[in-house]
T-cell receptor
Framework: EDQVTQSPEALRLQEGESSSLNCSYT??????LFWYRQDPGKGPEFLFT???AGEEKEKERLKATLTKKESFLHITAPKPEDSATYLC?????????????FGKGTKLTVNP | DTEVTQTPKHLVMGMTNKKSLKCEQH?????MYWYKQKAKKPPELMFV???????INESVPSRFSPECPNSSLLNLHLHALQPEDSALYLC?????????????FGPGTRLTVT
């Protein structure tokens, strides 16, 4: 069964304190791994798609990386506006491959 | 433009009411999705439409009835809901269903069943 595990469940940082969020996955065949940001009461906002091990993508203070077993979302010098829940999801290669399997998310709080 | 719109933003309905949620996208996407999200949980897939045809129903109770009138619109008809159906209902779209295209989500409809 495809599984996605995110850690930590919650993370508190001081403004400017860099850190990383982890997403480990077990799937029968990875088609894509997606990172989303979700603010309370709103829909998830797409951040990145990663397709293969070794791939990296960056956007402002965020950088996503992918290995064969996990992905990291690195946050460099975060600001309070980066506070949100970050969701990781994978799309597997098999019947029903259009289904995303989501992790439970990491709630990030950045204090000023 | 990567916008998916949903109406209404909030909906309160009784258990005997009939209501509909609406979703619209103009990105030319041919796959559209309905998700249900409870507080502090990830989104749960309900339905997938591909080229306006229902391709996945995740064993959702019949009190939820999806409809895809055309490639830009997706509706979710609600009837005889239960209080436990209260949740954030999210619509999403992607280029196609069978490729690793990212899904773009709408802002959601906050549904409260009384």
């Amino acid at each position: 069964e495809d599984q996605v595990t995110q850690s930590p469940e919650a993370l508190r940082l001081q403004e400017g304190e860099s850190s990383s969020l982890n997403c480990s996955y077990t799937v029968s065949g990875l088609r894509g791994l997606f990172w989303y940001r979700q603010d309370p009461g709103k829909g998830p906002e797409f951040l990145f798609t990663l397709y293969s091990a070794g791939e990296e993508k960056e956007k402002e203070r965020l950088k996503a990386t992918l290995t064969k077993k996990e992905s990291f979302l690195h946050i460099t010098a975060p600001k309070p506006e980066d506070s949100a829940t970050y969701l990781c999801a994978v799309q597997a290669v098999k019947g029903g491959s259009e289904k995303l399997v989501f992790g439970k998310g990491t709630k990030l709080t950045v204090n000023p | 433009d990567t916008e998916v719109t949903q109406t209404p933003k909030h909906l309160v309905m009784g258990m005997t009411n009939k209501k509909s949620l609406k979703c619209e996208q103009h990105m030319g996407h041919r796959a559209m999705y309905w998700y249900k999200q409870k507080a502090k949980k990830p989104p749960e897939l309900m339905f997938v439409y591909s080229y306006e045809k229902l391709s996945i129903n995740e064993s959702v109770p019949s009190r939820f009835s999806p409809e895809c009138p055309n490639s830009s619109l997706l509706n979710l008809h609600l009837h005889a809901l239960q209080p436990e159906d209260s949740a954030l209902y999210l619509c999403a779209s992607s280029h196609r269903r069978d490729s690793p295209y990212e899904q773009y989500f709408g802002p959601g409809t906050r549904l409260t069943v009384t």
